[in-house]
């Protein structure tokens, strides 16, 4: 998925913004949005130029970018601060009144978050929109990068070579910048808890831990090279910036960590932050796009936990499992050995073949419920080896525009015992097709304002993506499969914990002990999972908590449809009016569900 911090982590040019601003004076409303969405997005790549390498659009007169970073500085976070203002005094410039159609709900849909951002920068001294903690065991230029460049980053040419040099030595300054914003956040009272420490300084040896010449940052740039016969000394060069530049700011970075242990609590909540109940509001109203409260997130958790549980009890009853607790007979599928691959490369390379053999399956059934289907391919990737302690399960990465990278669905294989073969189908539905690659590619692949082509909202993001999950069920996906149908149960219910256990650390004061009981009580996965889902929710506040939200929100709008449409309810025209508008907050998409029923009724 797109990353908000990627994308806003830039700074404008004001005598540049005022003379656009003057220009499109004169415009008619639809037009000055559109012309500022454009240069909005202008100035974004002109300061997050991996984002325009990202999205394949680090050429022409952008391609100076493909050797840049972005500035990950106080400074820049300032400046990327002074963007969003000026966004959204331009935005507010524009007479909203005059939009109609989908340029209204465009100019809805970017001004959603630049308030949300504005709102988050004004109020709180640490961190960026819902994150609490600049580096830790799942965000930070050590974890991101070495992918990036490996994956991402083109090497076509000498010229891409010398790029990919360049960025290659821009990683150390980017490892000093973020341990600037570190200590400031921290000096404003935003420590990660220990637990975060430790998860994050083991990933960082793991990065360290490798030969200058042997590891992934060089490794890459020699296979690359070779492959397209770029001469050059390109492994000696980079195994040099590795030890003379990346590895003493990684040096430096580790030992910054190391020296918030001896003060770091146990407590994953960010109640225990400055104004932290206000954080985690803020951070819930970001996620989901809602005002729901910790204590109603709570309750709908409760209550989803309790409908999956009742639904696979019913089909583990149907098939033989009678005894025990539901979460103890979900314990005892994931420890049965008839559904584990084995913990081998080998065996990690067959899981992947099998879900490719799924994708295949459910790619054939797709002209039966949606009319329009993504152009851009997705293939099935290893999370990278030096990540995947700290990782989640599974997730997606979207395409480049200029169609030279296909989606990538990425899955954590660090320990076979946590993926069992009931749980992959729902995986690969949730993160391929027809979840995020579907509703990303389609996105990408509109007509819509870049911004909103590339733009994401969790709760539509996410929501359609466990929607896409309970669809598999509707599309036959598991007529002779029980086992993986109660993976998708299992994963509903996930969701529904997900509401329980996020609300329950960041509102409720509940330890992290707490709430990895109830996660692995409940759904009874192993508890090397649950820690590392766990974790994952005490640095994300509130993003676990729009998968469910969203699902339920999609699908009541569904019901909408039906009914007000009756025989003439198209389950093809009803995706269409989803996935062609771009990730929307979902009061916008009820709008647009709404507009698209009067179409029909006309």
Known sequence: MLNRRQMLATTAAIGATAVTRNASAALAPAAQANGLYETYMNEVFALAPEFATTLGLDTGAKAGYRAKLSDHSLAGRARSQALNTSMLQRLKAIDRKALTGLDATNYEAVLYGIDQEETAAKRFAYGDLGLPYAVNQLNGSYHDLPDFLDSQQPVESKEDADAYLARLSGFATALDQESELVRHDVAAGALPPDFVIAGTLKQMGALRGAAPDKVVLVASLVRRTQEKKIAGTWGADAAKIVAEKVYPALDRQIALFESFKAKAVHDGGVWRLPDGEAFYAQSLANQTTTTMSPAEVHKLGLEVVGDCTAQINTIMNANGMTKGTVGERLQAMFADAKFRYPNTDEGK???????????????????????????????????????????????????????????????????????????LPTLTYHEAIPGHHMQISIAQETNLPLIRRIGGYNAYVEGWALYAEELAVEMGLYDNDPWGHIGQLHDAMMRGVRLVVDSGMHAMRWSREKAVAYYTGTLGDPESGAISEIERYCVWPGQACGYMIGKRKILALRERTKTALGGKFDIKAFHDAVLKSGALPLDTLAEVIDSSIAAVKV
Not at 389 to 415: C, E, F, M, T, V
């Open 349 to 423: 390379d067959k899981l992947i073949t099998d879900l490719n053999a799924k994708l295949a399956v459910v790619t054939k059934r797709l002209p039966d419920y949606f009319a329009t289907l993504p152009k851009a391919p997705v293939v099935i990737k290893r999370i990278p080896p030096y990540t995947e302690s700290g990782a989640p399960g599974g997730y997606y990465q979207n395409a480049s525009l200029d169609g030279k990278r296909p989606g990538a669905y990425y899955i954590n294989l660090r320990d076979t015992a946590e993926v069992p073969s009931w749980t």
